[in-house]
């Protein structure tokens, strides 16, 4: 990265104009602490969370009656060293959480501070009741047990488990984490402990099947849930542990699961996926809470002769087992031929019920089953014109919390409705936006994430009945800029094709009639994202939010384009045809924004750029190379200039691709991009600079040695944002 300013840089900063020196340093506006990853104790009235604050990641807790947030841990530095997974104990006294960065395709974990020494990802844990923090063993994912006093978790296709105690050296090997608890044939993973912790539950990959198997803590056994020829999934307990619910598949016949293996591989996402996808927590696609994961490869690539092997022809069944003696029953199956149901993913024990996701329709919803069986169909749970998100159940598994952005699209609110089956109540309402419910054992309260419009991502506590959110967490800071945030508008438009799509407008204050300001376009990522009327619940949009906040401050029109391919507004919107490198449709939202705000008596339609990240830079450079009469200037962070690895000019890919178009580009662009990126291969950026360099088209660019797709280090960010203010300032003219 380079640190020197050239003159003619610091000679138009010296020289910006009065709107652009007189907002708030961009620091200011990304200065509070944003909590993440909340969760709850299942016997008492305590929550956890982690906590990002200028680079410094740290767990924090709080618990009843006064629910005053207590920090656990110090880690006190800008270091980009991550915390995820957090969890806590049933009784609340112990959380253990993870520490380290994941693990790139080559096993390289995030060393994005260039530490010589190099990087790890190991366990942590800490007592509620307070004490330094310590590491206890390399690994990832851990799972507490119900007393706190052990950690499982998988390594190297392996159970271990690891005691949470600080007294590491008096303890056995297994007991330390250095030789596996569970050591059998298969990749063995997804450990659940029991409800009393005399049991651990994982799943057995063994390619073309799957057992579930449990272990034994005293008699140290396993035993396999009724084993056969399928592919057995997501074991969850039942309330007294006597029994385990699963999913059951048929198995992948001859040699055929390398071709299932990679099914889900370009393929439309299921419903978890577009509800926020998996990553670290809630920063980078985490759906931490929510009952499911991403949608399994299902049946896709196994030869149709073997799709129906099940009794009847149907392809999927819950199952439950009897821990004991192994012996397992059907409560539950799919109908032949169903295209909906067969994309479960997960199922959680509730009551007696078990719960789940599914898209059968537009909106993304959760279903429940009885256990005892007899249903011909799943009862619906979540209604309404909206997609459910995240979720949590009450203690005793009878009410499911859900976020929704029902009745108000561009927001979330807290529901809550019963497993069996019920009326749905709004816990939440109002101009906030309420994600990750997270129930108190009472039930009395159900903490959540809020934010507003003007309020960063705080944690809150709401009557489980209904009620006004009370923030508990952060204290903002005495600089923070409240005073000059806008309320964005909600701009309704339509692209050429006719579809129609939402955005947000920020309009910076003091506008005076017949001005003419610069105006910026923004586009998020993904694609499956969702910009709303409010600071994001995910952990960069959070930080992008508070960006086009300051950037309104400096005096620039900004508009946010939820363009088509993104969640929250149905599933044919987020599966709308030609979108990617089919065809690239979703510009044409871009373009519709443009032409928008050319259209704006308060813009001057020759000063326009667009920025973003991720799909946000694909969509940068497709502007530029496409539309360098509309955009004046663009900033592209880890974009992606190439679909697929196609040069044929003949190709649907290569042609809905930015560098298809780059003898068209003429307007400068600013480049940001890590060179350990695990989402968009850092061969994107070297490519494009070369195309630009051959056409001498200007451009500036900054490489982050070792760091990730979306920054680790805050003090990145800040520098980001200062030399995005510059470059658009040189190339806008100033914000007036």
């Not at 994005?112 to 800490?126: H, K, M, N, Y």
Request: aromatic share 10%.
């Amino acid at each position: 990265m380079h640190r020197w300013i050239p003159a003619v840089l610091l000679a138009c900063c010296l020289a910006a104009p009065a709107a652009a020196q007189d907002a708030p340093a961009i620091g200011r506006y990304l200065g509070p602490a944003y909590p993440y990853e909340l969760v709850s104790a299942a016997a008492a009235d305590r929550i956890g969370w982690l906590a990002y604050e200028r680079g410094q990641r740290n767990v924090y807790t709080a618990a009843a009656p006064d629910f005053r947030p207590v920090r656990l841990t110090r880690f006190l530095e800008d270091d980009g060293i991550d915390l995820t997974t957090l969890s806590i104990s049933a009784d609340g006294s112990v959380v253990v959480f993870v520490r380290g960065h994941e693990a790139n395709r080559t096993g390289w974990v995030a060393n994005v501070a260039s530490d010589p020494a190099g990087a790890e990802r190991a366990v942590w844990a800490a007592r509620t009741a307070g004490g330094p923090a310590w590491r206890i063993a390399e690994g990832t994912s851990p799972v507490v047990s119900p007393d706190g006093r052990y950690a499982a978790y998988a390594k190297d296709g392996q159970i271990y488990r690891v005691r949470v105690t600080r007294a590491q050296a008096a303890l056995s090997p297994m007991d330390r984490g250095e030789v596996p608890l569970v050591r059998v044939w298969g990749t063995n993973g997804a450990p659940r402990w029991s409800p009393d912790g005399s049991n651990i539950a994982f799943v057995s990959e063994r390619g073309d099947h799957s057992f579930i198997g449990v272990y034994d803590v005293k008699a140290r056994t396993v035993t396999y849930m009724a084993p056969g020829v399928d592919r057995d999934t997501s074991p969850t307990w039942s309330p007294d542990g006597r029994r385990i619910a699963f999913l059951r598949r048929p198995g992948t016949p001859f040699g055929a699961q390398s071709q299932q293996g990679n099914a889900g591989i370009g393929n439309p996402p299921g419903p978890a996926a577009a509800a926020g996808g998996a990553g670290r927590g809630q920063q980078a696609g985490g759906q931490r809470g929510a009952l499911a994961g991403p949608a399994q490869a299902g049946l896709a690539g196994v030869p149709g002769l073997y799709r129906s092997t099940f009794a009847g022809g149907y392809t999927l069944a819950f199952q439950v087992a009897d821990v004991a003696t192994g012996e397992a029953r059907e409560f539950w199956h799919n109908q032949p031929d169903d295209r909906v149901f067969p994309n479960i993913s997960a199922i959680e024990w509730a009551g007696d019920h078990v719960v789940f996701q599914a898209e059968p329709e537009e909106w993304i919803r959760y279903y429940s089953v009885s256990v005892a069986g007899g249903a011909a169909a799943p009862v619906v749970l979540t209604p309404g014109d909206g997609m459910v998100e995240n979720v949590a159940l009450s203690k005793d598994g009878r009410t499911l919390f859900y976020c929704s952005n029902a009745g108000d699209i561009d927001r979330r609110h807290v529901w809550r409705v019963p497993t069996a089956g019920g009326e749905a109540v709004q816990v939440t309402r109002g101009e906030e936006i309420d994600t990750y419910p997270a129930a108190l054992a009472s039930g009395a309260q159900v903490a959540v994430l809020s934010a507003s419009w003007q309020r960063p991502q705080s944690v809150g506590l709401a009557p489980a009945s209904g009620g006004a959110v009370k923030v508990i967490f952060p204290a903002l800071p005495t600089d923070f800029p409240l005073d000059r945030h806008v309320v964005p508008q909600n701009v309704t438009l339509k692209a050429a094709d006719g579809l129609q799509f939402n955005n947000q407008l920020f309009l910076p204050k003091g506008l005076e009639a017949g001005e003419r300001r610069p105006a910026i376009v923004f586009v998020h990522g993904g694609p499956m994202r969702q910009m709303l009327l409010g600071y994001h619940y995910r952990h960069v949009y959070h930080l992008f939010y508070g960006v086009n906040q300051w950037l309104a401050a400096s005096g620039y029109i900004v508009l946010s384009v939820n363009f088509r391919s993104g969640i929250g507004y149905g599933k044919s919107f987020r599966t709308a045809p030609d979108t990617g490198g089919r065809g690239n449709a979703e510009y044409q939202d871009v373009v519709a924004a443009a032409r928008y705000l050319q259209g704006r008596p308060d813009v001057d339609p020759k000063r326009v750029a667009i920025w973003g990240l991720s799909y946000g830079g694909l969509l940068t450079a497709q502007a530029l190379a496409r539309n360098s009469d509309i955009f004046a200037a663009g900033v592209d962070l880890a974009g992606v200039h190439l679909f697929g690895s196609l040069l044929d000019p003949q190709s649907v890919s290569y042609t809905s691709s930015a560098i298809s178009q780059i003898d068209g580009w003429t307007s400068p662009v600013l480049l940001f991009h890590g060179d350990d990126d695990r989402n968009v291969a850092f061969s994107q950026t070297v490519g494009l600079v070369q195309l630009l360099r051959a056409r001498n088209v200007p451009h500036e660019v900054v490489v982050f040695p070792d760091d990730v797709h979306d920054s680790l280090l805050h003090r990145r960010w800040i520098y980001t944002f200062e030399r995005m203010d510059a470059f658009l300032r040189r190339h806008l003219g100033g914000a007036k």
